[in-house]
């Protein structure tokens, strides 16, 4: 499976834009989107360090708040949006 960049993006701007703490699956689910592709994703996300681990104990994939690099790649998105890619 390769990375879908526009649900990276999507998932980024939805956990920066929200006063939960823990997301899920579900939190992320869209008509373009199949949940295996959304696990495949925050697993990647996890990985690169964009997203706290709130994993429960029982296997089940969910995720916190942005950390530091996931604040930046939010903050990075925002600047090309508003000033157009370099």
Avoid: C, H, P
């Avoid at 579900?26 to 706290?52: C, P, Q």
């Amino acid at each position: 499976m390769k990375r879908n960049w526009e649900l990276i993006d999507s998932i980024v701007k939805t956990i920066a834009e929200s006063d939960k703490d823990i997301f899920g699956v579900n939190d992320f689910k869209s008509a373009e989107t199949s949940e295996k592709e959304i696990k495949y994703t925050l697993k990647l996300m996890l990985d690169r360090g964009l997203v706290f681990d709130e994993t429960t104990r029982y296997g089940v994939v969910q995720v916190g708040q942005l950390t530091w690099m996931g604040q930046n790649y939010y903050e990075d998105k925002a600047q090309q949006e508003k000033y157009g890619k370099y």
